[in-house]
């Protein structure tokens, strides 16, 4: 199975800061990777498909990059409504994996 | 509107059985492929189960494979998964969500776009 690891496993920063998280896939998976976002108590939220496609209704801020094994996602102005949980999923090949996961918190 | 709304989960004792139900509504369901996703306090997000819109392909992780069992009803816009043989390792939020293809010049992306609220399974004795 490919292996997904991101990193930081957790950030403190501030409303307005620029973050960027980092996943990097144990073998190369081309573009085949998304992003979700994850609140307390609810479901992940789609965020970017194809490595860099906006999902609908997603804000701009939020963009993705990479392709191969090395990708980022990056908020560029952090919002209040931002702090919550990252994951990358790869869907190259199955089984499907996800990422450990990146807890963005408030500084 | 897309709905996702899972139900049938609870305590069960290791070895046991539960099934769960996902009632989808506000997209044509039998057009999309379908998985179950869970999510264990410690091990994190888990892709479990997806099955085809026809419901001939159904793919498994190695850990589920042999004691569960994913199926749909189209005429009734339902995913199930048949879980047997549970284990404690099991215990997890399950989600239903919904799958969607994109296609670029890299070829067919799949991705979960909706998800349910999830269902809590715990298997102890």
Aim: aromatic content about 14%.
């Amino acid at each position: 199975a490919i292996r997904m690891t991101q990193s930081p496993s957790s950030l403190s920063a501030s409303t307005g800061d620029r973050v960027t998280i980092t996943c990097r896939a144990s073998q190369g998976i081309s573009t085949y990777l998304a992003w979700y976002q994850q609140k307390p108590g609810k479901a992940p939220k789609l965020l970017i498909y194809a490595a860099s496609a906006l999902q609908s209704g997603v804000p701009s801020r939020f963009s993705g990059s990479g392709s191969g094994t090395d990708f980022t996602l990056s908020i560029s102005s952090l919002q209040s409504e931002d702090f919550a949980s990252y994951y990358c999923q790869h869907y190259y090949s199955y089984p499907w994996t996800f990422g450990q996961g990146t807890k963005v918190e408030i500084k | 509107e897309v709905q996702l709304v899972e139900s049938g989960g609870g305590s069960v004792q290791p070895g046991g059985s539960l099934r769960l139900s996902c009632a989808a509504s506000g997209f044509t369901f039998s057009t999309h492929w379908m998985s179950w996703v869970r999510q264990a306090p410690v091990r994190g997000l888990e892709w479990v189960a997806n099955i085809n819109p026809g419901g001939s392909d159904k793919r498994y992780v190695d850990s589920v494979r042999g004691r569960f069992t994913i199926s749909r009803d189209s005429a009734k816009n339902s995913l199930s998964l048949q879980m047997d043989s549970l284990r404690a390792e099991d215990t997890a939020v399950y989600y239903c969500a919904r799958v969607t293809q994109y296609y670029d010049s890299n070829g067919y992306h799949y991705y979960f776009d909706y998800w349910g609220q999830g269902t809590l399974v715990t298997v102890s004795s």
